[in-house]
Nanobody
Framework: QVQLVESGGGLVQAGGSLRLSCAAS?????MGWFRQAPGKERDFVAA????????LYSDSVKGRFTIATDNAESSVYLEMNSLKPEDTAVYYC??????????????????WGQGTQVTVSS
């Protein structure tokens, strides 16, 4: 069983930056970030495979967001730059221990954090 604890959300003006962190209680194969705006489905944002640092991004954040993991491979970070009002959502950290390809489906992650609110004002 892996527990995930997120931190770093908040309120920022458009064009600003925020950094989200997620600490895992155990080793994982892959960690990612999803987000959910009110009335919308939970969408994939980014993912990273801990062992080889391979990354995947959604088109909506590519070039603005960067996902990274620490040397212990127990934490994942999401550096968010050039934030837009449409980035406003609850951001969830996700992880899985099953080996395989890098993946973006919410049903492919078995562990989830509690979520952290990111609000971008215009």
């Amino acid at each position: 069983q892996v527990q995930l604890v997120e931190s770093g959300g908040g309120l920022v003006q458009a064009g600003g930056s925020l950094r989200l962190s997620c600490a895992a209680s155990g080793r994982t194969f892959i960690m990612g970030w999803f987000r959910q705006a009110p009335g919308k489905e939970r969408d994939f944002v980014a993912a990273i495979i801990s062992s080889n640092r391979r990354t995947l991004y959604s088109d909506s954040v590519k070039g603005r967001f960067t996902i990274a993991t620490d040397n212990a491979e127990s934490s994942v970070y999401l550096e968010m730059n050039s934030l837009k009002p449409e980035d406003t959502a609850v951001y969830y950290c996700a992880a899985d221990t099953r080996l395989g390809a890098i993946r973006s489906g919410a049903n492919e992650y078995g562990y989830w954090g509690q979520g952290t609110q990111v609000t971008v004002s215009s």
